[in-house]
Every structure is written in C-alpha cells, then in structure tokens.
T-cell receptor, first 112, second 112 residues
Framework: KQEVTQIPAALSVPEGENLVLNCSFTDSAIYNLQWFRQDPGKGLTSLLLIQSSQREQTSGRLNASLDKSSGRSTLYIAASQPGDSATYLCAVTSGGSYIPTFGRGTSLIVHP | GAGVSQTPSNKVTEKGKYVELRCDPISGHTALYWYRQSLGQGPEFLIYFQGTGAADDSGLPNDRFFAVRPEGSVSTLKIQRTERGDSAVYLC??????????FGPGTRLTVL
C-alpha cells in the first residue's frame, strides 16, 4: 500500500525566501505525481503534474522534481510571496491504479 | 470555462438522517472521483467513476455510503443513517483521463 509523507508539516518564512517542500513515497512503481495547493476552506488547485518518465516540471516560480528510485519529490518555490500562503499537497498515483494517495500537506505561511 | 461545482457548500444534519451531495464535473470529463477530507489530513479516496460505472469503490468506508453517476456526468454521493464521524469536507474531482484532476470547492458536512 502506497504511503505518502510530507515534510515539514508547517513552515513560516519571510517574503522573498526560496523554499523547498518535500514529499516521499514508499512504492516507487508510480504512474505520476501531482502537487496541489489548497487555500483555507477551498478545494484543491493543481500546480504541477510529473509523469513517471519525467524528472521535473516547471511553472513560473514553481519547480517540481521527481526521483522515483529514492521515492522522493520536491517542490521548489522561488522568491516566495504572501500570496503563496496555503497548504501544499502531494499526491502519488501508483502504477496499475488510477487512485492517487495524498500526503497530509505542508502548511506554508509567507509573511511580509 | 466552468469548473467542477458541488452543492450544497455546507450541510448540517442530525445523526441518523440521510444526505445527498452533488457534483457537477467539467463537461467532457469521463473520470470522476469522490474524496473525504478531515481537518489536518489529505483527501482520502472514496470512489472513482469512469463514465457511468464505478471503476473502483474500495474507499467507501461501509455500506451506508453509495454513489451514482447515471448519465456519466453529474454524480451524487449518498450517505444513509449519518453518524458524527461522517463529518468532514467531501471533495469531488474530475479529469479527462487519468492525469490532472480538477477539484470542486467541496461540501462541508456536519452531523450533529
């Protein structure tokens, strides 16, 4: 059974810092990995999707990497802004299944 | 275009009552997922539809939970004899294939 862990659980940083959020998974036979953002009381917004054959994806100030052999993904946020404050969730879809397994998320606060 | 919508946004009910939660996916999306999210946790998979059929219902916690998608579009999650432990945010997501999932805002269910 796939297990997904996100570290740290919470993070508070001043505006402008570069950040790294971590996601680890136990079964490396994955189909894809997706990073989401969730604002308080809202649904999830997809940020980046990495297929199992890819090593990274970039969108604006966000960069996500994938290392299947070590069971890890990182989400890099450059030049953080207060508007980046949210919970960031990692979801792993294992090979042979269409069902993603989510981590508990990292709660990020970027203060001015 | 229109995203995934869910109604109601909030539902308060009494223990033992029956509730229905509705999800309108993005037009043309064949896959539809239901999740349950408790405070401080990631979304927990409940059921996945491909078209009209439930392709995987292994996440439904017990036989009080049931979901339908009769015409391959709108889906309804039905909970019988609600219990206080059913209180959570119920999220719906849709996708065109097995890739990027688009989430609705969720229905917050409170069982008194």
């Amino acid at each position: 059974k796939q297990e997904v862990t996100q570290i740290p659980a919470a993070l508070s940083v001043p505006e402008g810092e570069n950040l790294v959020l971590n996601c680890s998974f136990t079964d490396s036979a994955i189909y894809n990995l997706q990073w989401f953002r969730q604002d308080p009381g809202k649904g999830l917004t997809s940020l980046l999707l990495i297929q199992s054959s890819q090593r990274e994806q970039t969108s604006g100030r966000l960069n996500a990497s994938l290392d299947k052999s070590s069971g890890r993904s990182t989400l890099y946020i450059a030049a953080s802004q207060p508007g980046d404050s949210a919970t960031y969730l990692c979801a792993v879809t294992s090979g042979g299944s269409y069902i993603p397994t989510f981590g508990r998320g990292t709660s990020l606060i970027v203060h001015p | 275009g229109a995203g995934v919508s869910q109604t109601p946004s909030n539902k308060v009910t009494e223990k033992g009552k029956y509730v229905e939660l509705r999800c309108d996916p993005i037009s043309g999306h064949t896959a539809l997922y239901w999740y349950r999210q408790s405070l401080g946790q990631g979304p927990e998979f409940l059921i996945y539809f491909q078209g009209t059929g439930a392709a995987d219902d292994s996440g439904l916690p017990n036989d009080r939970f049931f979901a339908v998608r009769p015409e391959g579009s709108v889906s309804t999650l039905k909970i019988q004899r609600t219990e206080r432990g059913d209180s959570a945010v119920y999220l719906c997501a849709s996708s065109f294939s097995t890739d990027t999932q688009y989430f609705g805002p969720g229905t917050r269910l409170t069982v008194l």
